[in-house]
């Protein structure tokens, strides 16, 4: 399957677009696939969920557009520190990536960032704000893995076929 089939049929499977997708939605998603113990922060905190006994917080993004780096706030990326593991997972029109900040040497930048994206009536003002943007390489999609979890089904991957003559 290519990476656009794996995407309608993980659409399929959810019942929303991925573009459209929040943060609850995604959190079912996840616990229904990779993460059973996961469990959802209280509202106002530092992180969006927690598993394996709270050791491990994940912070959430759901993005109504598709970038070729995904940005992370130096502030999310700090709360997460108090944890023995954190992850970064996003969700984009074009699939579900997740990054383990272990793993990465986040070098800080001062963007330009929305005030706020995702609040509707709310203003649009562009703020700086100290971030980084991490770009999306194959390790870090996981929506082939979600979609096997979920249907039970391997996916192969797309058979190259050799012409006959």
Known sequence: MSQNEIVKALELEVGTPL???????????????????LKKSVDF????????????????????????????????YRQQVQFSRHFYCCSTPSGIFIWDLDEIDPHFEMKPNQLTSELKGKSKEIVLKSCVDLPIRPKNDITKIILEKL???????PVKTQPIF
């Open 151 to 157: 249907t039970g089904i391997k996916i192969l991957p």
């Open 45 to 76: 905190a530092r992180w969006d969920c927690t598993f394996n006994r709270g050791e491990i917080s994940i912070e959430l993004k759901c993005r109504r557009k598709h970038y070729s780096e995904l940005r992370l706030e130096e502030t999310k």
């Open 19 to 37: 573009g459209l997708l929040n943060e609850s939605h995604l959190i079912d998603i996840l616990r229904d696939s990779i993460f059973p113990d």
